[in-house]
């Protein structure tokens, strides 16, 4: 079983700057061992934003490309999401995520951190 704890959500003006934090009870066992960040608008269906996998590739989704970065720091086991020049349309619950374990990989899931970003 894996935890994983985010922190550092809250209330921005849009165009400012916040910094995700998402800290995992282990770390990758397999280069496709994943962690990343999805969110979920109200009235609207999860969607990916970013992911880092074990092997040290990071995806952004278009979307998001220019103004989020997703890194890693693998002796903490923790993967930040540096969220710049934020809008109004990036208010959502942010959610942890990842995949752990070989040869079987597992999802985890966060409890999730509000991100609200007012005009």
């Known amino acids: 079983q894996v935890q994983l704890v985010e922190s550092g959500g809250g209330l921005v003006q849009a165009g400012g700057s916040l910094r995700l934090s998402c800290a995992a009870s282990?770390?990758?066992?397999?280069?496709?061992?994943?962690m990343g960040w999805y969110r979920q608008a109200p009235e609207k269906q999860r969607e990916l934003v970013a992911t880092?996998?074990?092997?040290?590739?990071?995806t952004v989704v278009d979307s998001v490309k220019g103004r989020f970065t997703i890194s890693r720091d693998s002796a903490k086991n923790t993967v930040y999401l540096q969220m710049d020049s934020l809008r109004r349309g990036d208010t959502a619950v942010y959610y942890c995520?990842?995949?752990?374990?070989?040869?079987?990989?597992?999802?985890?899931w966060g409890q999730g951190t509000q991100v609200t970003v007012s005009s």
């Open positions: 282990r770390g990758f066992l397999a280069p496709t061992n994943a």
């Open positions: 995520y990842g995949r752990f374990g070989w040869p079987r990989a597992k999802d985890y």
């Open positions: 880092i996998t074990g092997g040290g590739t990071a």
